[in-house]
């Protein structure tokens, strides 16, 4: 499965982005998809994911509220709106997809993108 991210880029405080990701020649409407992010020196974190199994949500606490992942009406994209950045959320931004993700880390994904770079900053 060959994944690729879109829609990173340069935005002020407050402002919103919409990356996207789109799988190559595979539908993923019955896979687990999730969005992660990285900064040097960290680790991986998962910030929002779609089940596999049931198609639960989850997001990690410091996006709640600003972040929404969702499916696209093409069976093979999913994206992540984010809303009210913050400079804490520069980072590199990956999508990646599982048949189950049981839950929202790098090593229950098994498929991933390239980064796509989010640059919040005045």
């Known amino acids: 499965v060959q994944l690729q991210a879109f829609g990173g880029g340069l935005v002020q405080p407050g402002g919103s982005l919409r990356p996207s990701c789109a799988a190559s020649e595979f539908r993923l409407d019955y896979y687990a998809v999730g969005w992660f992010r990285q900064t040097p020196g960290k680790e991986r974190e998962g910030i929002s994911c779609?089940?596999?199994?049931?198609?639960?949500?989850y997001y990690t606490d410091s996006v709640k509220g600003r972040f929404t992942i969702s499916r696209g009406s093409a069976q093979n994209t999913f994206y992540l709106q984010m809303n009210s950045l913050r400079p804490d959320d520069t980072a590199v931004y990956y999508c990646a997809t599982d048949r189950w993700g049981e839950r929202c880390t790098p090593a229950d994904f098994e498929f991933w993108g390239q980064g796509t770079l989010v640059t919040v900053s005045s």
């Open positions: 779609i089940s596999g199994r049931d198609g639960t949500i």
